[in-house]
T-cell receptor
């Protein structure tokens, strides 16, 4: 079945540093890809998504490009803020009925001022 | 705004107790999901429902059951709680079957089984 691997954390950065969180996947067919974010004490919320190859999802300064040739969907941000401290999850559709997702293990990001 | 609410943020239960976790969504979504979240494991799907009274087992259904009597409400039941069910439980909903549709999550219930 479809699966996703994302880089282990925690990732600790200083404010205004460049962020990359790696995500690679294995899938049959053409899955949709997502990044979800979980702020402390909250549920997950969608950060960005891409539904076909070469699409770029973007939101709040974060970007990720759906790369079919490298089966990757790396998350990037040019200048992180303390308020970006959270857990980030990469996910993709399973290709099954019901829009079910499979999630990566999550990457903790800590941004220091 | 889509809103998914869960009945409790924190619960403490004893081993062997029957535990009910409730989830309500206000967007008339057909699909609803229960996940558990554990450090290093991400989110794992426990059960999925695609309509009233319809359900499917997810990846880790053992020790759990679900109920969906109304479209907006999806309940997770731990028939006899055990310490290995201590976890964060997340409910989500989404519209039916459009690939790439977003799932909307509740705030989670942190369950401690003693």
């Amino acid at each position: 079945g479809n699966s996703v691997t994302q880089m282990e954390g925690p990732v600790t950065l200083s404010e205004e540093a460049f962020l990359t969180i790696n995500c690679t996947y294995t899938a049959t067919g053409y899955p949709s890809l997502f990044w979800y974010v979980q702020y402390p004490g909250e549920g997950l919320q969608l950060l960005l998504k891409a539904t076909k190859a070469d699409d770029k999802g973007s939101n709040k300064g974060f970007e990720a490009t759906y790369r079919k040739e490298t089966t990757s969907f790396h998350l990037e941000k040019g200048s992180v803020q303390v308020s970006d401290s959270a857990v980030y999850f990469c996910a993709l559709t399973r290709g099954e009925y019901g829009n079910k997702l499979v999630f990566g293990a999550g990457t903790i990001l800590r941004v220091k001022s | 705004d889509v809103k998914v609410t869960q009945s409790s943020r924190y619960l403490v239960k004893r081993t062997g107790e029957k535990v009910f976790l409730e989830c309500v969504q206000d967007m008339d979504h057909e699909n609803m999901f229960w996940y558990r979240q554990d450090p290093g494991l991400g989110l794992r799907l426990i059960y999925f429902s695609y309509d009233v009274k319809m359900k499917e087992k997810g990846d880790i259904p053992e020790g759990y059951s679900v109920s969906r009597e109304k479209k907006e409400r999806f309940s997770l039941i731990l028939e006899s709680a055990s310490t290995n069910q201590t976890s964060m439980y997340l409910c989500a909903s989404s519209p039916r079957d459009r690939m790439g549709e977003t799932q909307y999550f509740g705030p989670g219930t942190r369950l401690l089984v003693l």
